[in-house]
């Protein structure tokens, strides 16, 4: 049996030379159809994480270093799948494996201030989750930068895709955050549906 990497380079690159329904190819596409793109406005943002800046998250150019964004990404994706999900990171059977992000910047951010990380899923597959991700300035309405993040879902053991825990009930069980009932949002309010 192949390794589940081989099968997604495989389908990966079937998929980036198979033409669209417009005859495009993914690839030529992805210029058009980037998370950026989609993704215009806080409005459009299912879920939403307060991160404050750190010091250490600048850069000797006085904002926030791109691969910082990175980890905002993965502490809002994970920590809505523990609150969220009730993901048991440690002792779960199935663990999610990073395997696409991207990210576009619109304007910088920096120390010190607190950024919302928002983000909903975009698609829903059998093993694997793909959001969407905005990274917005407290108070404005258009992301500083968006993003792309995917997870799929493998036996812990194995390393083989299953699918991924709760497929359908994961993003939607989530009990809501203390900051959401401050701000006046209805419990879940703060969960992907």
């Not at 440690?90 to 120390?111: H, M, Q, W």
């Not at 793909?130 to 812990?156: K, L, S």
Request: aromatic share 8%.
């Amino acid at each position: 049996m192949r390794h589940w990497i081989e099968l997604l380079d495989e389908r990966m690159l079937a998929e980036s030379v198979a033409p669209d329904r417009r005859g495009r190819r993914a690839d030529d596409a992805l210029a058009d159809s980037s998370a950026s793109r989609r993704l215009q406005h806080r409005a459009r943002v299912s879920a939403f994480l307060s991160i404050a800046t750190r010091w250490m998250d600048n850069d000797s150019y006085g904002h926030v270093n791109n691969v910082t964004y990175y980890s905002y990404f993965d502490t809002a994706v994970n920590e809505h799948l523990i609150r969220c999900g009730g993901l048991d990171i440690a002792g779960d059977p199935a663990i999610g494996y990073v395997v696409e992000t991207s990210c576009r910047f619109a304007k910088p951010l920096s120390f010190p201030e607190t950024i919302d990380v928002g983000l909903r899923v975009v698609r829903l597959g059998t093993t694997s989750v793909t959001y969407e991700i905005g990274i917005f300035r407290r108070g404005d309405d258009a992301p500083a930068a968006a993003g792309r993040f995917v997870h799929v879902w493998v036996d812990r053991a194995s390393e083989r895709p299953v699918l991924h825990p709760s497929a359908h009930t994961r993003t939607r069980s989530c009990r809501s955050s203390s900051a959401h009932e401050r701000a006046g949002r209805a419990p879940g309010a703060n969960c992907l549906t």
